[in-house]
């Protein structure tokens, strides 16, 4: 129990028919964190604040005066004494409620008391209203700050969503930079790929269809002198012996050792 000192939250109910030996001699109010003296024969007791400071000014017993000293105070802890204490009615000044326990004030004036002095519910974004709690629920209808979380945490949601978006759209960028420089390396090698295959081994210039292979094209690269044709190179032969073609295409055949036999057209050197 942490009782205030002076109390001016709450009034006694019928105080004059609370028992005298509930009541303080110093402050004449029902005790308050009650101690006793060890005053003989009869130990005196006292609210603690009270006898405290009344030691300050006087070291006897207000009761009694035999002498007191403040290590000689001890604190009633007997339950049947704190729970009389506890149950005296009160009526709150603030609110003025009855019926309320004497016990339980410090929780009606804390939690529930629709008087007690509250802070607005935006006080964490700074709003500096502060006023009975019963008027709390009309601040709130016209508190900026209340109107400005709303809008705050609007404005969190859109960021959010926004940061999403950016983020996604930054992998799909990123993705088509590392594609971008993956193709940007293979041009440069593709190049020298390409350049360093026999004429022959080039794409055809022409698309092959039915048409152009039945009557392939002179090849002018090639010597137009008659040749043996190779074993890989259409071109070659083709270039070279026109006639072997068109015997081959006729089911004529080459001399076995023939087609091994690589021709001299540039592209094998
Ligand atoms: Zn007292
Ligand atoms: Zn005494
Ligand atoms: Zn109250
Ligand atoms: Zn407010
Ligand atoms: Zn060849
Ligand atoms: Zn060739």
């Not at 039915?210 to 392939?216: L, V």
Request: include cysteine; charged fraction near 25%.
């Amino acid at each position: 129990m942490n009782h205030m000192t002076i109390n001016d939250k709450y009034d006694y109910i019928n105080e004059d028919s609370i028992s005298e030996c509930l009541k303080c001699k110093i402050c004449s109010n029902p005790f308050i964190d009650p101690v006793k003296t060890k005053c003989k024969p009869k130990e005196h007791v006292f609210c603690s604040h009270c006898i405290k400071e009344w030691l300050q000014r006087d070291l006897s017993c207000p009761s009694c005066r035999q002498n007191v000293k403040i290590r000689d105070l001890t604190p009633i802890t007997e339950r049947i004494f704190v729970d009389v204490l506890n149950e005296l009615p009160v009526k709150c000044l603030l609110c003025k409620q009855k019926g309320l326990e004497r016990g339980d004030f410090d929780e009606h004036a804390s939690e529930t008391c629709i008087k007690r002095t509250s802070l607005c519910s935006s006080a964490d974004i700074q709003c500096p209203w502060t006023g009975p709690y019963e008027e709390l629920d009309k601040h709130l209808k016209t508190c900026p700050y209340t109107a400005l979380r709303t809008m705050l945490i609007q404005i969190m949601a859109n960021n959010r969503e926004l940061t999403k978006q950016v983020n996604q759209q930054q992998i799909y960028i990123d993705r088509l930079q590392k594609e971008n420089q993956e193709m940007k390396e293979q041009l440069p090698r593709q190049k020298v790929q390409t350049s360093n295959l026999p004429n022959c081994y080039r794409p055809p210039r022409r698309p092959q269809t039915r048409e152009n292979t039945a009557k392939p094209p002179f090849q002018a690269t090639h010597s137009s002198a008659p040749k043996l044709p190779c074993d890989n190179c259409p071109d070659c032969w083709r270039g070279a012996v026109r006639g072997s073609y068109f015997r081959g295409q006729l089911g004529g055949g080459f001399r076995p050792g023939h087609t091994m036999t690589p021709c001299d057209c540039d592209c094998h050197k």
